[in-house]
């Protein structure tokens, strides 16, 4: 983990798992996770989701079965829901303030080295 991935990780909510998120993400080929929402806020709370956002690897693709188990593999981990939303898929809306919101607040937790 870089320092400012580091860094990031103790700023959150509540701690990540980041050695089962580092194995998480090698084993689903995701060259970067990173974190958006409520977990980078004040109001995060018990009943707070985790929203993730992922890019994968260079020719990696998921199916929808793939993403449904990858972010239920998420949730077991961390005992709560997650939301597990795709990079390419923020960045090709057309909602562009969410776009804007998402893009401009994801803290990265996980790059491929």
Same mark, same amino acid.
């Not at 993400?25 to 974190?35: D, F, G, N, P, T």
């Not at 958006?36 to 707070?48: K, T, V």
């Not at 803290?107 to 080295?113: A, G, L, N, R, W």
């Given at each position: 983990? &870089?320092?400012? @991935?580091?860094?990031?990780?103790? !700023?959150? =909510? +509540?701690? $990540?798992?980041?050695? =089962?998120?580092?194995?998480?993400? !090698?084993?689903? !080929? +995701? =060259? @970067?996770?990173? /974190?958006?929402?409520?977990? #980078?806020?004040?109001?995060? %709370? =018990? @009943?707070?989701?985790?929203?993730?956002?992922?890019?994968?690897k260079?020719? &990696? *693709?998921?199916?929808?079965?793939? #993403?449904?188990?990858a972010?239920?593999?998420?949730?077991?981990? $961390?005992? *709560?829901?997650?939301? #597990? /939303?795709?990079?390419? &898929?923020?960045?090709?809306?057309? %909602?562009? #303030?969410?776009? !804007? %919101?998402?893009?401009?607040?994801a803290?990265?937790?996980?790059?491929?080295?």
């Open positions: 983990m &870089t320092k400012a @991935e580091t860094e990031t990780v103790k !700023q959150l =909510a +509540i701690a $990540l798992p980041m050695n =089962a998120i580092q194995s998480f993400c !090698q084993r689903w !080929q +995701i =060259a @970067e996770l990173s /974190v958006f929402g409520s977990i #980078l806020r004040d109001d995060f %709370n =018990a @009943e707070s989701d985790v929203d993730f956002l992922y890019a994968l260079t020719n &990696t *693709r998921w199916r929808l079965s793939d #993403l449904i188990d972010e239920e593999e998420l949730e077991k981990m $961390l005992s *709560r829901k997650v939301d #597990l /939303v795709g990079k390419t &898929t923020i960045e090709q809306s057309h %909602n562009w #303030l969410r776009k !804007q %919101n998402i893009l401009s607040s803290k990265v937790i996980y790059e491929d080295e």
